[in-house]
């Protein structure tokens, strides 16, 4: 079933937030501009604060294992051409970011974080607005994002904004007990495997992820599961920032089974794929926190099997 909201029908929610904003105090003085990479320093440590407040509060390890890693994550971030990164700044002093990733129709929001000492004072909102009206402007057809499912208030206000929640997942770590799937060969992806990957991807999601292939193959972590002569699946990386999509559960089980370990807190799975999901369990892998995809504008149900990243 396809899901076609235009961003001028989801944004009519946005005169609806009576009940989620009497629980904020509004911040003054605050200004959001595109972000630079010298602002990567302080939003990474933010980020880092944000997330191991939030994630310790709650029980759960935090995202990054030091302020090192989003430091450099959002320095990157905040020089790479087809992302669209914005900051706040209150009194001169910065106090949040966001960032938006155009390489596709759909558009990936995150990671948005606050100073813990500014938080509950609308700017969230205010950013992500500011990313809203960004993918507007570029005629996006959707956008998309995974939040911590522990995290109420990040819930309550991409709901108020006008996401929808189309999935749990569940982020999971370990190495799995089967190290091969009979039948699937599993081999890095090449340039020439672009079109085919492409492909597979309008046929389980209905839009182009050309870019995101493009950039991963170059890196070397892009692969690609072949039977009986021809590409079943691809993933960009098994890893928080990766995503993969495949024919069939068998060809993402192969996926997952080729990789030594998974980048970052793990990968995410769709919890609602319980034959997957218990694949995953019975290999030894275990679920580090329970996470949700939220989706604003155009979303068509998956055909196939696919791992979303933290993106989307």
Known sequence: MSTQKSFAQS?????????????TKPQTNL???RAVPEDGPVCGQICYDAFSTINLAHGFPCDFPGPEVPVGLLSMMFSTPGLYCVVAESEGRIVGSNCLDERAAIGGVGPITIDPSAQSSGIGRKLMQAVIDRANEQGAAGLRLVQAAFHNRSLSLYASIG?????????????????????CNVRSAQSAD??????????????????????TIQAGTARVVEREGRITGYATGLSFFGHATAETN????????????????GILVPSRNSALFRWCLSNGLRVVQPMTLMSMGLYNDPSGAWLPSILF
């Open 194 to 215: 672009v079109d085919a990957c492409n492909a597979l991807s309008h046929r389980v999601h209905g839009f182009d992820r050309r870019t995101d292939l493009q950039k």
């Open 11 to 23: 944004r009519c929610s946005l005169l609806s937030f009576a009940t989620y904003t009497s629980m």
């Open 163 to 183: 996401f929808d929640v189309r999935e749990p997942l569940s982020c999971m770590q370990g190495r799995t007990l089967q190290r091969s799937v009979p039948g």
């Open 31 to 33: 200004v959001i501009r």
């Open 250 to 265: 068998l060809d993402l089980q192969a996926l997952i089974a080729s990789a030594e370990s998974f980048g970052g807190p």
